[in-house]
């Protein structure tokens, strides 16, 4: 039997606003008139289309904004705390700045980012984090799982400074080039691990004391 369009969009609709979240078909497992099941098939393609999105990470758009976590970047805490208080900003003033531009950001999650804990890897984030801060965005991104300690020291270790100091090291102590860098590397470790958290220039600088301090010595 064939049904009255008007009998087949009311029984459409009763079995459409019945779905509580479920395909059509599903709603609609007791129909058996063809012509209503491909009208049930129909409105499910529909419904999938709006109720689905791709992935995050395989989202082309959410990658055009930088809302994908990226796998080698993150945030450095440190350069964020140092930001914010340049900025004169306290944590509860920078949250709410970052809220107000749609970001769900709590001032427990600052005092977290800014412990090194939880570190966020949304490039997008840590873009706004720097307009809001006034900092350059790179400078407030670090590789994913890198050491700040070890990050100054290897680049102390590369500057053209240190290898000049590590020639000087091996002249005096009568060794190679390559034993001299590691023993003023070590010095460097000693310094860090006592707990402090000394800049480049300062390391280099203790560096070029000791150096100064065993010519001296040698050559009194």
Do not use: Y
Not at 12 to 21: E, F, M, N
Not at 163 to 168: E, H, T, V
């Amino acid at each position: 039997m064939t049904m009255h369009s008007d009998d087949r969009d009311q029984e459409l609709a009763d079995i459409l606003d019945a779905r509580a979240g479920r395909s059509a078909l599903a709603a609609g497992a007791g129909v058996n008139r063809p012509e209503l099941r491909k009208l049930l098939e129909a409105a499910d393609l529909a419904w999938v289309s709006e109720q689905t999105a791709p992935p995050l990470a395989d989202d082309p758009v959410a990658a055009m904004l930088g809302l994908v976590p990226d796998s080698e970047l993150e945030l450095d805490g440190k350069a964020l705390s140092s930001a914010r208080k340049r900025s004169g900003l306290t944590v509860s003033a920078l949250a709410k700045r970052l809220s107000d531009r749609g970001w769900e950001v709590t001032g427990r999650d600052i005092f977290a980012w800014e412990s090194g804990k939880n570190l966020p890897r949304v490039p997008a984030l840590i873009n706004a984090l720097a307009e809001v801060a006034g900092a350059d965005a790179d400078r407030l991104r670090r590789p994913c799982g890198t050491d700040p300690e070890r990050a100054r020291l290897a680049a102390v270790v590369g500057s053209e400074t240190f290898k000049a100091l590590a020639q000087r090291w091996a002249r005096l102590q009568g060794t190679t080039i390559a034993l001299a860098s590691s023993a003023l590397e070590s010095r460097m470790l000693v310094a860090v691990h006592r707990g402090g958290a000394p800049e480049a220039d300062v390391l280099l600088a203790s560096l070029e004391a000791l150096v100064d301090s065993v010519e001296g010595t040698k050559g009194s």
